[in-house]
């Protein structure tokens, strides 16, 4: 005897689903709307805390050490305004994505290599492994032997540094894709090129979004830390000004811009970016609540 399927109808929802189907029925908007609403509240409520707790430590420690927070917003403002700011940003702004560019433009078609073709991988793992075990730091030095205080060295130590890590976010999800997909792509008799760019990419865009969001963390890192050696305009080179009067306020002030930008490329750049390369998955519900 079949078995018989009841239907359940949910309110509110276009089409009825079925007790033995696995997915959850999208939520209302007003509910997503909620939902969206309090998941920001609980975004600014966390930064109303760092700065409660700020507050509180500079009230323990003195100024020179701890300034008040409005004190270093104060600060920010004067820098935003001058004009300054957007001088010494655009600066290590351009070296952040010259070196990040170049680490990418070689990490994703190794990456894929290295997780296709097994004698690419034995090739290219010792190197890559090697090349993450490495400081920034060390790299950054290096790079300035090399090339001298130029914009070349500070390309080179931001490629350098972030590739390993790179290339092995994009080879662990080439060796996790789908290997149905592989074989059906072979029956349709598909080219390599066409492989790479129609079954492998799409399977592979929310690696190469964890890496841009780790990449360009760490390509942050490495730039302040190159223009702190001697480079006379960035937002590392003004921190070690502030450093060297001594003057806590300037570098949180600093330190302060530089995280709003930062900001601002997550949750704007990089998040517009997600929502548009992502919109042809289906929206699945998380196991956490």
């Not at 805390?49 to 917003?73: D, R």
Request: no cysteine.
């Amino acid at each position: 005897m079949a078995k018989q399927e009841k239907a359940l109808v949910v309110p509110g929802e276009a089409e009825p689903f079925s007790q033995d189907d696995v997915l959850v029925p999208p939520r209302p908007k007003a509910a997503r709307g909620k939902k969206a609403v309090w998941n920001n509240s609980l975004r600014i409520a966390s930064v109303v805390a760092i700065f409660f707790i700020w507050w509180i430590l500079s009230l323990i420690f003195p100024p020179t050490l701890i300034p008040k927070p409005w004190e270093t917003l104060a600060e920010a403002g004067a820098i935003i305004s001058s004009g300054n700011f957007f001088v010494e940003m655009g600066s290590t702004l351009r070296r952040v994505l010259v070196g990040f560019g170049l680490a990418m433009a070689v990490s994703i078609p190794l990456g894929i290599l290295m997780g296709t073709l097994r004698n690419m991988e034995s090739f290219f793992e010792p190197p890559v492994i090697l090349g993450l075990t490495m400081p920034g730091l060390i790299w950054a030095v290096l790079m300035i032997m090399f090339f001298g205080l130029t914009e070349t060295s500070a390309y080179a130590a931001v490629a350098i540094t972030i590739f390993p890590m790179l290339t092995i976010s994009i080879w662990q999800g080439t060796k996790s894709i789908d290997k149905d997909l592989i074989d059906m792509s072979n029956v349709f008799q598909a080219t390599p090129l066409m492989k790479i760019v129609e079954v492998i990419l799409p399977q592979l865009i929310s690696h190469i979004l964890a890496a841009i969001r780790y990449g360009l963390g760490l390509a942050w890192k490495v730039v302040v830390v190159v223009e702190m050696f001697g480079f006379s305009d960035g937002v590392g080179y003004q921190v070690v000004r502030g450093f060297n009067v001594f003057s806590m306020k300037t570098v949180l002030a600093w330190a302060l811009t530089f995280l709003i930008v930062m900001i601002l490329i997550e949750f704007g750049l990089i998040g517009w970016f997600e929502r548009t390369v992502t919109r042809w998955r289906p929206r699945v519900e998380a196991w956490r609540r």
